[in-house]
């Protein structure tokens, strides 16, 4: 911590540029007074673009001091850049080629609504002797056309080109995929038709068209670059800012562009060099590389999200968070009623099914089989809220497990999986190990609940943490656990350390009367040595040298502080050779902390930013934490939450009078 706030957890670059009054300002290099002024630069949205999100700032923006990176009319600061050149070195080429890698396996492009199709599957294509010409046409009033040295007739030039230059070849004409979804063009299906070609007018994804194209005939859309990224002939009928370098087939003069470029130089030129990054939880300045991966984040998940998706088993209270949770563009779960049980033929109307694990009706499962449509399992994050989820208060973490779920040691789960599999990359491993510290160090929890100092322990010596739990939790009856009941754990617990202080720590549901697993007065005073009572986790795992517990997670929350643990069922963290605990036979490798941390934190859950409503890394989330952020404290404004307010501050107050 530094000076009360969280430091940032990944690397980052401050730019020396910062948009004006922090809006997006336009002005186009053929505007006499934008030429002439040379202290005003001119931004416009750059080539990461979040779909369907609004946010302080764009993703990514280009800043040009000359022109504006699409005006062929007249010289842009880019365009002098190419140019000139005296900016190239290694370092930047390399980052420019990682760059590119990193867009075509996670699929980034200009647009990345993932209701767009993909394109091979839209045409059915199964012979592959015949290449297929590609012919991008643009949204009407695109003013990359005319700044492009273009204009509506080209299209259909264009057109007539691609027919005459591969009259073998199957060709179709396709909306540029940046457009927007209804965009209306300016080829219609007549005049492609008439030339032999195929007209498809479902929006396209744009990586595939380019891996199904042999070639692309374009005006001036980005998907042309994209594909010369590639490495796919692109032809070009306007002078997009990729165009005239020497990789592309220009059928108008590039005017001022003389010196040959590769489109890795001016991917490096144009996204690391001209454009600025702006995160967007936050605003703060970012790298490329940075915005490269949120943007891959959040797209991945609206990717997953977009399914159809039937909602099975969740609570009323829950219908506003889990519609945030499942969103995608254009795209909302369907939520069932609590203890509706659907039908095979009302599961065969969606994609997957998404069921809250500890509520699913018994015969989901054998529904979904019969239906043939995918079962996935969700339940709570390992860092959520800032209160407790009994008490109605909606988290930022969730998993969802196609296999399983975490707490079922009876069968495997994803997460088992990833930790048995291993082979974690070695920037995940040292992102765990600074994440871990940005955890401890702020002392976070999964609920971050408990206002009580810590009191000093009654006499010196060991002192062993014993974790309550809620007694009818389905982490209790499906670990495999020797002991189901707090009064029993501490009774082991007093068995095997008869020297130690015995420290107990009800579980916040219990403390809160919201949930069982009270242990009677007269027990607790001769088992415990000292009842930690409205305690924060961390302050009471600080204290203690050994936690003895039967899958709380504060054993995982004491593993990441250091301290020696014994957990008397399977948790997720058991079983890998970090804790004393029952063997099973499924987990059989020995990992690190690091590697727990890298599966339980970072690649296991999913995060929701609650200031955004974006997919968010887990930083984001500890950023929050540490900071209190309203999000994360309020209640769902329902009865049901008043009414368990009122029972719980009666419960307390009745405990404390005993």
């Given at each position: 911590m530094e000076g009360g706030k969280l430091k940032r957890l990944w690397p980052r670059t401050l730019s020396d540029i910062e948009m004006p009054g922090g809006r997006q300002v336009r002005r186009l290099g053929s505007e006499p007074v934008s030429r002439r002024v040379g202290h005003a630069d001119r931004w416009d949205e750059g080539f990461l673009r979040l779909p369907g999100a609004r946010t302080q700032r764009p993703l990514s923006s280009i800043v040009d001091g000359l022109g504006i990176h699409y005006d062929a009319t007249a010289a842009s600061e880019l365009e002098t850049m190419l140019q000139v050149g005296g900016w190239e070195d290694d370092d930047i080429l390399a980052r420019a080629e990682a760059g590119i890698a990193l867009l075509r396996q996670a699929r980034l492009s200009l647009d990345n609504d993932p209701r767009r199709a993909d394109l091979a599957t839209l045409l059915g294509k199964t012979d592959t002797a015949r290449p297929l010409v590609v012919i991008i046409d643009q949204a009407q009033r695109d003013p990359t056309i005319g700044f492009g040295l273009a204009s509506e007739t080209g299209f259909s030039t264009m057109l007539a080109a691609a027919a005459a230059e591969h009259p073998n070849a199957d060709r179709v004409v396709v909306m540029d995929p940046a457009a927007k979804m209804n965009a209306v063009g300016h080829l219609d299906r007549e005049a492609v038709e008439a030339t032999g070609a195929r007209l498809i007018a479902e929006p396209v994804e744009a990586w595939s068209v380019i891996e199904a194209a042999s070639r692309l005939y374009v005006v001036t859309s980005h998907i042309g670059f994209e594909a010369s990224l590639a490495g796919r002939?692109?032809?070009c009928f306007g002078v997009p800012f990729y165009a005239g370098w020497?990789?592309?087939?220009?059928?108008?003069?590039?005017?001022?562009?003389t010196r040959s470029r590769s489109p890795v130089e001016v991917f490096a030129a144009v996204y690391l060099i001209c454009s600025r990054y702006f995160e967007p939880y936050g605003g703060e300045t970012c790298r490329f590389e940075e915005a490269a991966a949120i943007l891959r984040l959040i797209v991945e998940e609206q990717r997953a999200n977009a399914a159809r998706t039937l909602c099975i088993g969740f609570a009323g209270w829950k219908r506003r968070w889990l519609s945030r949770a499942l969103a995608s563009p254009g795209q909302r779960p369907a939520i069932a009623a609590p203890r509706h049980a659907p039908k095979p033929s009302e599961i065969a109307r969606y994609d997957r099914v998404v069921a809250w694990a500890s509520r699913a009706p018994s015969d989901l499962t054998a529904a979904c089989q019969e239906a043939k449509v995918p079962l996935l399992r969700m339940?709570?994050?390992?860092?959520?809220?800032?209160?407790?989820?009994?008490?109605?208060?909606?988290?930022?973490?969730?998993?969802?497990?196609?296999t399983g779920i975490y707490y079922d040691a009876t069968g495997p789960s994803d997460l088992e999986t990833l930790l048995e599999a291993g082979a974690f990359p070695a920037d995940v491993l040292e992102r765990a190990q600074r994440l871990r510290g940005a955890v401890v160090e702020a002392k976070l929890s999964k609920y971050n609940v408990g206002a009580a100092p810590m009191p000093a322990m009654p006499r010196p010596g060991k002192v062993v943490l014993v974790a309550g739990q809620v007694e009818n939790d389905a982490s209790i009856h499906l670990c495999m656990a020797t002991v189901t009941r707090n009064v029993d754990l501490l009774r082991l617990a007093r068995q095997r350390h008869p020297d130690a202080v015995i420290a107990f720590k009800p579980h916040p549901d219990v403390e809160a009367g919201l949930r069982p697993g009270r242990v009677p007065p007269e027990e607790l005073s001769s088992l415990a040595d000292i009842v930690l009572r409205d305690v924060p986790a961390a302050d009471a795992i600080a204290?203690?040298?050994?936690?003895?517990?039967?899958?709380?997670l504060i054993g995982f929350e004491a593993l990441l502080r250091g301290r020696s643990v014994t957990t008397h069922g399977l948790p997720f963290y058991a079983g890998w050779g970090l804790t004393e605990s029952p063997a099973c036979p499924r987990r059989t490798r020995r990992i690190t902390l690091d590697e727990l941390v890298a599966g339980a934190l970072i690649v296991y859950p999913h995060y929701v930013d609650p200031r955004t409503g974006l997919p968010s890394p887990p930083e984001v989330i500890i950023q929050r934490l540490s900071e209190g952020d309203p999000g994360l404290t309020r209640r769902e404004p329902t009865v049901e939450a008043a009414m368990k307010q009122v029972w719980s501050l009666a419960s307390r107050h009745l405990l404390r009078r005993r």
């Open positions: 002939p692109v032809t020497g990789f592309t087939d220009d059928r108008l003069d590039p005017i001022r562009r339940e709570d994050g390992f860092i959520r809220s800032i209160g407790l989820g009994v008490a109605l208060r909606p988290g930022a973490s969730h998993v969802i497990d196609a204290a203690a040298d050994h936690v003895e517990t039967i899958s709380s």
